[in-house]
């Protein structure tokens, strides 16, 4: 198991009260393939520094977690699939 940072930009078009349950699938995701979720921080909307996929601004959420190296393949695909995220990074923190 390794730590890595997760963050994940959704629609800004997501009802705020649809958002818990969207980063609840992304931590259960986590947890379901032997990982752990250390901490969730929403750092809510901000500005874009460019235009993704026509939007100008997102919602952030910085998930520490601890994963196995051979399941982030099949995080990140899992992600990039998702019609509610624009973008995200997953960076292994670290040795």
């Known amino acids: 198991m390794r730590d890595y940072e997760l963050i994940v930009i959704f629609n800004p078009e ?9 980063i609840d699938k992304v931590s259960e995701f986590i947890t379901a393939r032997g990982g752990s979720i250390t901490e969730v921080k929403r ?3 901000r500005k874009l520094a460019y235009p993704i996929k026509r939007r100008r601004e997102g919602n952030y959420v910085l ?3 601890k994963i ?3 399941k982030t393949a099949e995080l990140e695909a899992n ?7 624009l973008r995200h990074m997953l960076v292994r923190v670290g040795d």
């Open 14 to 22: 997501i009802p705020e009260e649809e958002m818990p349950a969207d």
């Open 43 to 45: 750092w809510g909307k």
């Open 79 to 85: 992600l990039r699939i998702s019609e509610k995220i």
């Open 68 to 70: 196995a190296p051979e």
């Open 63 to 65: 998930t520490l977690a």
